[in-house]
């Protein structure tokens, strides 16, 4: 089965300064890849996704996220983040083999001011 | 266009009562999920349904019970609850392209206490 790894459970930033949430996966057939934000006491929102194409994808909110096929991770990237950038962040892949959505175990960024 | 919609947003059950979670959506997608959500768990997926008619179960199915109604509509029962059940509810939707599920759309949750 597919696995999803999202290698920090929490990130602590300062404001304005860069972030990086990883993001490994397992399988190496054909994926979706999917960045999820979750705000608090909120549902799960999409911040972009890579189906196709250009391996640098870009969401909203100053997000982007570059897929690399033979490391097998999507990262997520902000160059600069906010205050309001403060939640739970959630890879997920979708997999041909399985036709199932596999979720990361999510990552907190904390965004001090 | 509502999306997905889910109701209720917030419930409260005793040990041994039963109910239906309900989830719809407008968006015409063939496939549907119900998880939940508990603190350092990440999502769980219970059960999902891939097209009208058919369910599968998901990682955590065990206490629950699916229906999928028709192509907007599945509902999550809960025959007897338990408070290992006490969780926050979500259930989401997404379209296929062959065996590849595009994005999914989530409704805005139900938060369930079991006392």
């Known amino acids: 089965a597919q696995s999803v790894t999202q290698l920090d459970s929490q990130v602590p930033v300062f404001e304005e300064a860069p972030v990086e949430l990883r993001c490994n996966y397992s399988?190496?057939?054909?994926?979706?890849l999917f960045w999820y934000v979750q705000y608090p006491n909120q549902g799960l929102q999409l911040l972009l996704k890579?189906?196709?194409?250009?391996?640098l994808v870009k969401g909203i909110n100053g997000f982007e996220a570059e897929f690399n096929k033979s490391q097998t991770s999507f990262h997520l990237r902000k160059p600069s983040v906010h205050i309001s950038d403060t939640a739970e962040y959630f890879c997920?892949?979708?997999?041909?083999?399985?036709?199932?959505?596999?979720f990361g175990s999510g990552t907190k960024l904390n965004v001090k001011p | 266009n509502a999306g997905v919609t889910q109701t209720p947003k917030f419930q409260v059950l005793k040990t041994g009562q039963s109910m239906t979670l309900q989830c719809a959506q407008d968006?015409?997608?063939?496939?549907m999920y119900w998880y939940r959500q508990d603190p350092g768990m990440g999502l769980r997926l219970i059960y999902y349904?891939?097209?009208?008619?058919?369910?599968d179960k998901g990682e955590v199915p065990n206490g629950y019970n699916v229906s999928r109604l028709n192509k907007r509509e599945f509902s999550l029962r809960l025959e007897s609850a338990a408070p290992s059940q006490t969780s926050v509810y979500f259930c989401?939707?997404?379209?296929?392209?062959?065996?590849?599920?595009?994005?999914?759309?989530f409704g805005p949750g139900t938060r369930l206490t079991v006392t």
């Open positions: 989401a939707s997404s379209e296929n392209v062959g065996a590849l599920q595009k994005e999914q759309y």
């Open positions: 890579y189906l196709s194409g250009s391996t």
């Open positions: 349904s891939a097209s009208e008619g058919t369910t």
């Open positions: 997920a892949v979708s997999d041909a083999n399985f036709n199932k959505f596999y």
């Open positions: 968006m015409n997608h063939n496939s």
């Open positions: 399988s190496s057939v054909s994926v979706y």
